[in-house]
């Protein structure tokens, strides 16, 4: 079992920064490949980001290639999610999520659904 609490949004202006972090309860977060996704209102949840244990692949979304870089300190049991260049259109809520990786996890990694554990979401908001 994982909970999850995300921090770190707020109002930016577009081109800035923000970072956001995912504290993760339980010994075993090593263990446990994290994402972040984003919903914007009256739109359906999004992949943003993930990444396996330690040392493993990185995925993003083309949408944030380039701009966004998610890493992963386990010895704080966090994640993070660095944004830069914000644009307007990154404007949403942003949810970090937790699985322990299927043998499928290669093809699954984007899918909101394959992922149990959720965190309550921190919202970005991106003005022009």
């Known amino acids: 079992q994982v909970q999850l609490l995300e921090s770190g949004g707020g109002l930016v202006q577009a081109g800035g920064s923000l970072r956001l972090s995912c504290a993760a309860s339980g010994r075993t977060f090593s263990l446990y490949a994290m994402a972040w996704f984003r919903q914007a209102p009256g739109q359906e949840r999004e992949f943003v980001g993930a990444k396996n244990w330690s040392g493993g692949n990185l995925y993003y979304a083309d949408s944030v290639k380039g701009r966004f870089t998610i890493s992963r300190d386990n010895a704080r049991n966090t994640v993070y999610l660095q944004m830069t260049r914000l644009k307007p259109e990154d404007t949403a809520r942003y949810y970090c999520?937790?699985?322990?990786?299927?043998?499928?996890?290669?093809?699954?990694?984007?899918?909101?659904?394959?992922?149990?554990?959720w965190g309550q979401g921190t919202q970005v908001t991106v003005s022009s």
């Open positions: 999520a937790a699985q322990l990786p299927s043998p499928a996890y290669s093809s699954t990694y984007y899918m909101p659904g394959s992922y149990p554990y």
